[in-house]
């Protein structure tokens, strides 16, 4: 970063922290989407989170800032009349000396401040059970202080994410359209997706039937957006809330499970020995479900083995069109690299589908 950028990284910083001197300010985490840097005052211990919104990807910026004041707002009031047993913490959103919850440059540059959590951590991968029930814990807890929260109140600031359906009908456009070179691979991919077309419907079938209802999601719950206190190794935060907004929470379940319970991670060459761990799966669903009992009902049981299964089939299905429409959302380091990607997918899904009845049997014992 050169001096003019740190330059002015600070002058936009300094318009949420008016009062005081900017000691630092270095780029900060590993998101991939927005811009992140930790900023330090001098006479002031805690530092502040400053981030760079993509408004490519969130088109309605305002919107996102306006969920996550609600999502805010309504959890510091649950923990005040309800605390938990245990410490648990909101980022909070930090305004501008005019009382706004961001800024934006003349070039149109959208810029938020949130407050940071100290003495904490975040993991990419679990490393043991223990953790992996403080994951289940720690979104669990997140879905337990949003159940009473009134969805219509929160904006849809993405349309369409976590729709599987239309992810499906993207797939036909694209493949109608693609000159496919053929493999293995690819025909391994082409069959999946041919055998399993009736798998994007189940959630969304269950929406429109009444069966699950809609309520806060987080849209993003993977292992290295909770964060662990550093003394006790307890979760005490669930962080990036851009995509807080009204949805099915089972798309949440499967998508923390879906991550969770691959040891192998996403970007594994060898995809074909990529299986899904049902310890950790069992113990991520124990830490979800002594929290998340409050609220669940009877068809919320019913649906949490096809929820890993659907959402592990939409992110296969979004790398492969991907790959097949040239690579065109998704970053890439090599042509294949999406279709590797889907591969780790539809063979994660072989792998939960090929434990169907253990999963199941985890969901009912852990019932409380």
Not at 219 to 246: R, W, Y
């Amino acid at each position: 970063m050169d001096h003019n950028e740190l330059a002015r990284l600070i002058a936009i910083a300094k318009k949420f922290s008016p009062q005081q001197e900017i000691d630092d300010l270095q780029p900060f985490g590993s998101g991939n989407i927005n811009d992140t840097f930790l900023v330090s005052r001098q006479g002031i211990d805690q530092p502040f989170v400053l981030q760079r919104l993509n408004t490519n990807v969130f088109r309605e910026p305002e919107l996102v800032m306006q969920n996550m004041r609600i999502y805010g707002e309504h959890v510091r009031d649950r923990l005040k009349n309800t605390p938990l047993d245990r410490q648990w913490t909101v980022p909070q959103v930090l305004s501008t000396q005019q009382g706004q919850d961001y800024y934006q440059t003349e070039n149109g540059e959208f810029w938020r401040s949130l407050s940071f959590i100290a003495d904490s951590q975040s993991f990419d991968a679990m490393e043991n059970s223990e953790q992996a029930q403080e994951v289940g814990y720690a979104l669990g807890t997140f879905h337990h202080l949003t159940s009473d929260l009134e969805v219509e109140k929160l904006a849809d600031t993405l349309e369409g994410f976590h729709i599987t359906p239309r992810y499906l009908g993207q797939y036909e456009e694209v493949l109608a359209q693609s000159n496919i070179t053929r493999s293995a691979e690819v025909d391994y991919c082409l069959q999946i997706v041919s055998d399993h077309q009736g798998l994007a419907h189940i959630l969304e079938d269950a929406k429109a039937s009444g069966k699950l209802p809609l309520r806060t999601m987080h849209g993003d719950p993977k292992v290295n957006n909770i964060l662990f206190d550093k003394q006790t190794n307890l979760a005490v935060s669930v962080i990036d809330l851009d995509t807080v907004k009204s949805g099915l929470i089972h798309y949440d379940i499967g998508d923390c499970l879906r991550s969770g319970c691959n040891p192998a991670g996403e970007e594994i060459e060898d995809w074909e020995s990529v299986e899904f761990d049902v310890e950790l799966c069992e113990a991520i669903l124990q830490g979800y479900l002594s929290t998340a009992q409050s609220f669940l009902t009877e068809y919320d049981y019913d649906y949490i083995y096809d929820a890993v299964r659907v959402i592990t089939f939409e992110l296969g299905l979004r790398f492969f069109t991907d790959y097949l429409a040239g690579n065109v959302y998704f970053h890439v380091k090599y042509p294949e690299h999406n279709l590797l990607r889907s591969l780790v997918q539809f063979r994660l899904l072989e792998s939960i589908e090929a434990q169907k009845s253990v999963i199941n049997q985890i969901v009912i014992s852990n019932k409380f």
